[in-house]
């Protein structure tokens, strides 16, 4: 599967559209509360893909393969 990658400023950016740019941390929340799977950037931020969003949305499927190990315990 290929997906565009969603850097961590275009995350920032559709959690809050306008004003102040959000913390790492707030970003992270959100993605957490809204189900949307990341992987951090060894920056302080995170990344994800245009499908892990739309799943999340519940506009796509992510591969079974791709489930994170610690919602399988």
Same mark, same amino acid.
């Given at each position: 599967m290929s997906s565009q990658i969603l850097q961590f400023a275009a995350l920032?950016?559709?959690f809050?559209? $306008?004003?102040?740019? !959000?913390r790492p941390s707030t970003v992270r929340r959100w993605a957490d509360d809204q189900g949307i799977r990341y992987t951090y950037d060894g920056k302080g931020g995170i990344w994800t893909t245009v499908d892990a969003v739309n799943a999340a949305l519940g506009l796509g499927k992510? !591969? $079974? $393969?791709a489930t994170? !190990? $610690?919602?399988?315990?």
């Open positions: 920032q950016r559709i809050k559209p $306008e004003g102040p740019l !959000p992510l !591969p $079974e $393969e994170k !190990p $610690e919602k399988l315990i």
